[in-house]
T-cell receptor, first 108, second 112 residues
């Protein structure tokens, strides 16, 4: 079973839409959780860390459910510039485990 | 601060040739990582280091060697390149604890 699983999409949404991405992880000993954004042919960049209490950064909200081993990312009022691949990342010990990414295209 | 830098950005090798990829970070991070990214596979860990002079194997270490002689540098070597090693290679670094990783811009390697 994969360490981290994501729906690959693609998600094609109109500007202004709200879109949600989900991710599950297999190891309950996982310690920290992140969403990264990756633009085409570029390096991944941290979007936000994910905490059990949930956290928000502007239009982005991340949630962690440790009991269900589930992570989510909600993007409100989508912008054209949000078009990218979103990577769910889980840390355990010294290693990080990456989902294959969810592709988002925001359409004018 | 330059953050994490990688050299070279692009490289084409013939099967059996060798090369070294250089990763450098100026953030005084203890941990450094080498990943490869292939279509549909996500990032997979090749080797990592938890400090100067240390290295450890990741998920896909075969065909690669690494060295961390200086804290700021992490080298990835391919002794005898194979077409299966055609990929995009990313280096990352992080401080300890629960901190996130910072990535370099990547090296696009093609092995013919």
């Amino acid at each position: 079973r994969k360490e981290v699983e994501q729906d690959p999409g693609p998600f094609n949404v109109p500007e202004g839409a709200t879109v949600a991405f989900n991710c599950t992880y297999s190891n309950s000993a996982s310690q920290s959780f992140f969403w990264y954004r990756q633009d085409c042919r570029k390096e991944p960049k941290l979007l936000m860390s994910v905490y059990s209490s949930g956290n928000e950064d502007g239009r982005f909200t991340a949630q962690l459910n440790r009991a269900s081993q589930y992570i989510s990312l909600l993007i409100r009022d989508s912008k054209l510039s949000d078009s990218a691949t979103y990577l769910c990342v889980v840390n355990r010990g010294n290693q990080f485990y990456f989902g294959t990414g969810t592709s988002l295209t925001v359409i004018p | 601060n330059a953050g994490v830098t990688q050299t070279p950005k692009f490289r084409v090798l013939k099967t059996g040739q060798s090369m070294t990829l250089l990763c450098a970070q100026d953030m005084n991070h203890e941990y450094m990582y080498w990943y490869r990214q292939d279509p549909g596979m996500g990032l997979r860990l090749i080797h990592y280091s938890v400090g100067e002079g240390t290295t450890a194997k990741g998920e896909v270490p075969d065909g690669y060697n690494v060295s961390r002689l200086k804290k700021q540098n992490f080298l990835l070597g391919l002794e005898s390149a194979a077409p299966s090693q055609t990929s995009v290679y990313f280096c990352a670094s992080r401080a300890g604890g629960y901190n996130e990783q910072f990535f370099g811009p990547g090296t696009r390697l093609t092995v013919l």
